[in-house]
C-alpha cells in the first residue's frame, strides 16, 4: 500500500487494536478508580488512540492536550522545542500521558521532565506503540499496547510527511530506510 511516496504493508489489524485499547481501557479504568485521573494527550500523533482508549474509560476522568515543536526524521528524533498547553492546574493530579509511539524515548523523557515541574501526585504513561530495541533514555512506560520492532509505522494517528493519519490500521514500511535529508516524518 502506497502512502505518499512510500510502499508499506500490514502490520497491526483494525481489530487487534481496538481489542488491545479495550483492555488498556480496563486495566486504566481499575488501576485509577476514585483517582479523578487527568488524561494529557500528545497531539497530533496521538488523537485517534486517545479518542478511542477514552470510550473505554469508565471511571469520571478529565482529558486535556498538549503538542509540541520539534523536528523528526526517519532516523533522528529531534530536540522537543516547546511544550503547549498545559494549562490545567496538575497540582496534586493523577496525570497519565497518551502517546502514540515512544521510539527513542527523547520525546517523552522532554514531556514528562516538563509535566513534573507542575508537581503532580503521579504521572503514568500510556503509548500505544513502543519500540524497545529503538530506546535510548530509559523511560518507563507503564501501559503498552504494542512493543514492534524499530521500524517506521504509519496510520491511526501517526503520519507519514502528513499523510497516513486516517488510516484504521498500522503499516509499516516495506522498503528499506534511506538515511537522507528527505525523509521527513512531518511534525507530531
Ligand atoms: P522519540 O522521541 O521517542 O524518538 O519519538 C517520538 C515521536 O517520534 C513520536 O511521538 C512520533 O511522533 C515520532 N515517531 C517515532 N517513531 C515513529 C514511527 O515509526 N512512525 C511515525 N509516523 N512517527 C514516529
Not at 483494525?14 to 485499547?21: G, P, T, Y
Not at 490545567?88 to 515512544?102: F, K, P, S, T, Y
Not at 503509548?127 to 504509519?154: C, D, H, M, N
Amino acid at each position: 500500500m502506497l502512502v505518499k511516496d512510500k510502499k508499506f504493508k500490514r502490520y497491526i489489524s483494525e481489530s487487534a487494536l481496538k481489542q488491545r485499547i479495550e483492555e488498556l481501557g480496563r486495566q486504566l479504568s481499575e488501576d485509577y478508580a476514585g483517582k479523578n485521573p487527568l488524561f494529557i494527550a500528545v497531539l497530533n500523533g496521538a488523537f485517534m488512540f486517545a479518542a478511542d482508549l477514552m470510550r473505554e474509560i469508565d471511571i469520571p476522568s478529565e482529558i486535556s492536550f498538549i503538542k509540541f515543536t520539534s523536528y523528526h526524521n526517519m532516523h533522528s528524533t529531534g530536540v522537543v522545542d516547546q511544550i503547549i498547553g498545559i494549562e490545567e492546574d496538575l497540582r496534586e493530579r493523577h496525570v497519565v500521558v497518551i502517546e502514540d509511539i515512544v521510539d527513542t524515548g527523547i520525546t517523552m523523557t522532554e514531556v514528562l521532565a516538563e509535566i513534573r515541574r507542575y508537581h503532580p501526585a503521579s504521572v503514568e504513561v500510556v503509548a500505544l506503540l513502543t519500540k524497545p530495541k529503538a530506546l535510548q533514555r530509559p523511560v518507563s512506560i507503564k501501559y503498552t499496547g504494542f512493543e514492534i520492532e524499530p521500524k517506521f509505522v504509519v496510520g491511526y494517528g501517526l503520519d507519514y510527511d502528513g499523510y497516513g493519519r486516517n488510516l484504521c490500521e498500522i503499516l509499516i514500511l516495506d522498503e528499506p530506510e534511506q538515511s537522507d535529508e528527505n525523509g521527513d516524518w512531518g511534525t507530531e
